[in-house]
């Protein structure tokens, strides 16, 4: 059984910087495809940046591309975010989330193809 627990988040002016990461306890997840999810209050979860199994190929929400950046070290069992020139809307709480795939290569985006979930890290951004 795989654990996912984030940390990196916190209180940031518009234009800084924050990485979250994602740790994998239990069992190794380097036959997943990761993800980073977030949800603003009163709205619905939304896929912001996904990563494959081996790490070769990423996909980003328009909303962030340019300026994060996904990226994993199977070797230990972590995942990042690099946000950068942060916004005010990218307020929410993160959330990393890990896929079971076969597939070296393949990005999942959709909530439905994730069955592991962290708890969430808080992002707050200043204006």
């Known amino acids: 059984q795989v654990q996912l627990v984030e940390s990196g988040g916190g209180l940031v002016q518009a234009g800084g910087s924050l990485r979250l990461s994602c740790t994998a306890s239990g069992r190794t997840f380097s036959t997943y495809a990761l993800g980073w999810f977030r949800q603003a209050p009163g709205k619905e979860r939304e896929f912001v940046a996904g990563i494959s199994w081996i790490g070769g190929t990423t996909d980003y929400a328009d909303s962030v591309k340019g300026r994060f950046t996904i990226s994993r070290e199977n070797a230990r069992n972590t995942l990042y975010l690099q946000m950068n020139s942060l916004k005010p809307e990218d307020t929410a709480v993160y959330y990393c989330?890990?896929?079971?795939?076969?597939?070296?290569?393949?990005?999942?985006?959709?909530?439905?193809?994730?069955?592991?979930w962290g708890q969430g890290t808080q992002v707050t951004v200043s204006s």
């Open positions: 989330a890990g896929g079971h795939t076969l597939d070296l290569y393949v990005v999942l985006t959709a909530r439905d193809g994730y069955d592991k």
